[in-house]
């Protein structure tokens, strides 16, 4: 069998090309570093590859969604439904409104959030509803949507982990109120720091642009005075939340990749299946027929009652092959600080079980066939080494 590999194999990075560098680089050289001509082309070539109206990008997705929920006019004595299957941004950012995150469990097949919990969920302070498209798999957005519409909700739709994924031929970012895309160097594509909200509704456009710079407009239509051209107001309380053009520009360069970005992601996703589907050890991940993922991830269950090791003990003989697996994720409300705003184990018991038996192996564009091969024989190995025959 495989010695161990002298490189390390992470779960994600970025992938940079020639082309990416040259982009930046000519930012450096011109005359705006931050919000200028950069930005707007990005934004334009976000909106354009999704099909959404608009387009504004953030300093970070958690910004991003910080924006949505502003915009979606949520505060003090709201509630806001979302997944516990998640990363703490897609909660965090209702906490930093002032309203109340409330977890709807997940589909234990999609992982995905569970729309019958979603109903169930729903009171009279309901304003939203966060979605996460986890691992790049779209949700049940034409039941979200309709349920949305059936309560008078907003839907921000995070999905942190689905550009250029597709719902029943749509592509992600078109059909929720607000969506948010994150560009964090472990997601698809790149701005170092990074996030977007892409929408199709101008009031809700003219809302986030505005947060994300101290709540200031210079727009004279909406001035309550006009001091002379000097002037600007600053109408309610926004943030300093905006994307740099020397970040948009390596956005939009890399968006042009993109697509041969999630094609080899699927081919690797279409080795590991190939290879792990037929193991009664392992359950691989789910594939709707009728939404493509755009594959961030490829998390593993391990049947851990049909092994003589745990998902931590095999976690850990993983790490020591120099494989960089990881867990995704501790569910949000069994975090010190959700504990202690109430919310306790028990609350999501199919989020809570995942939790105990998951792991993502490397998914990256960059992966070397070797590197896939590599892990492949290394899990193999390591369930046949501890089966219970
Ligand atoms: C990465 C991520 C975010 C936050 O994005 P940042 O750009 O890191 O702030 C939010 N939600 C999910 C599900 C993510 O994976």
């Known amino acids: 069998m495989s010695d161990v590999k002298q490189n390390f194999i992470p779960y994600g990075r ?24 950069a930005v707007q082309r990005f934004e334009e070539k976000v909106a354009e590859y999704v099909g959404s109206e608009y387009a504004v990008s953030f300093s970070n997705g958690t910004a991003a969604l910080h924006g949505a929920v502003f915009a979606a006019g949520i505060g003090e004595g709201d509630e806001v439904i979302t997944t516990p299957m998640t990363f703490v941004a897609s909660a965090n950012c209702v906490l930093y409104q002032g309203a109340e995150p409330v977890f709807a469990d997940i589909d234990p097949k999609t992982y995905n959030i569970n729309t019958d919990e979603i109903r169930d969920k729903i009171t009279d302070k309901t304003k939203a509803i966060i979605p996460v498209d986890f691992t790049g798999q779209p949700v049940d957005l034409d039941e979200i949507m309709e349920i949305a519409k059936e309560n008078n909700l907003y839907v921000i ?7 250029g994924a597709t719902y029943k031929d749509r592509k992600v970012g078109s059909i929720a109120d607000m969506t948010m895309f994150s560009f964090h160097p472990v997601k698809h594509i790149t701005t170092g720091e990074g996030g977007i909200i892409t929408t199709n509704n101008r009031k809700l456009y003219e809302k986030l642009l505005q947060f994300r710079t101290h709540g200031i407009t210079r727009d004279i239509s909406s001035l309550s005075e006009n001091h002379g051209p000097w002037y600007y107001e600053m109408q309610f309380l926004g943030y300093n939340y905006r994307m740099t053009d020397i970040q948009a520009a390596l956005g939009a360069s890399q968006i042009d990749n993109l697509d041969k970005f999630i094609e080899k992601r699927k081919e690797i996703v279409q080795k590991y299946n190939k290879e792990f589907s037929h ?5 691989t991940p789910y594939q709707s027929p009728e939404r493509n993922s755009s594959w961030h991830l490829y998390i593993i269950q391990l049947k851990s009652e049909l092994l003589s090791i745990n998902r931590k003990g095999f976690f ?27 919310f306790k184990t028990g609350d999501c018991p199919v989020a809570e079980n995942l939790y105990e038996h998951i792991i993502t192996l490397p998914l990256y564009q960059d992966m070397t066939d070797e590197d896939v091969q590599y892990v492949i024989n290394i899990v193999k190995k390591l369930i046949v080494e501890h089966q219970i025959k």
Do not use: F, M
Not at 157 to 163: K, N, Q, S, V, Y
């Open 279 to 283: 193991l009664k050890e392992i359950i």
């Open 14 to 37: 970025q992938s940079i090309d020639e082309k990416d560098i040259q982009a930046v680089v000519e930012v450096l050289k011109s005359d705006y570093l931050t919000t200028g001509p």
């Open 157 to 163: 739709e995070d999905a942190a982990h689905a550009i």
């Open 316 to 342: 850990e003989k993983l790490r020591q092959a120099n494989i960089g697996v990881n867990v995704h994720y501790i569910p949000v409300h069994l975090q010190p600080y959700y504990k202690e705003l109430g």
